[in-house]
Nanobody, 124 residues
């Protein structure tokens, strides 16, 4: 079992930056996938970025490439989402998720350990 907890959300003006944190605990002794998803009111939850902790291979959604970066601190089992050049469209509840295995990157259905979410609000 894996347990993840997010932190670091808040409000920022367009063009600003924020960093979210996701701390994992439980069965972290073997490699696993960690991801960030987001959901805006009235929209489906969408994948933002994920990483395989075994090799550090990352994958980003097209909408955030070049603006968002995920970094893993293995010693702390913590995944960071560094967000730059934030826009009002980035406003959403951001969720951290984990999975012991995946057949497709950012597959929401395959991530079975979820955090409570942290709100990010970007004003124009």
């Amino acid at each position: 079992l894996l347990h993840v907890v997010e932190s670091g959300g808040g409000s920022v003006q367009a063009g600003g930056s924020l960093r979210l944190s996701c701390a994992a605990s439980g069965y972290t002794s073997r490699p696993y996938y960690m991801a960030w998803f987001r959901q805006s009111p009235g929209k489906e939850r969408e994948g933002v970025a994920d990483m395989y902790t075994g090799g550090g291979i990352t994958y980003y959604a097209d909408s955030v490439k070049g603006r968002f970066t995920i970094v893993l601190d293995k010693a702390k089992n913590t995944l960071y989402l560094q967000m730059h050049s934030l826009q009002p469209d980035d406003t959403a509840m951001y969720y951290c998720a984990a999975s012991l295995s995946l057949s497709r990157r950012l597959s929401r259905a395959e991530y079975n350990y979820w955090g409570q979410g942290t709100q990010v609000t970007v004003s124009s």
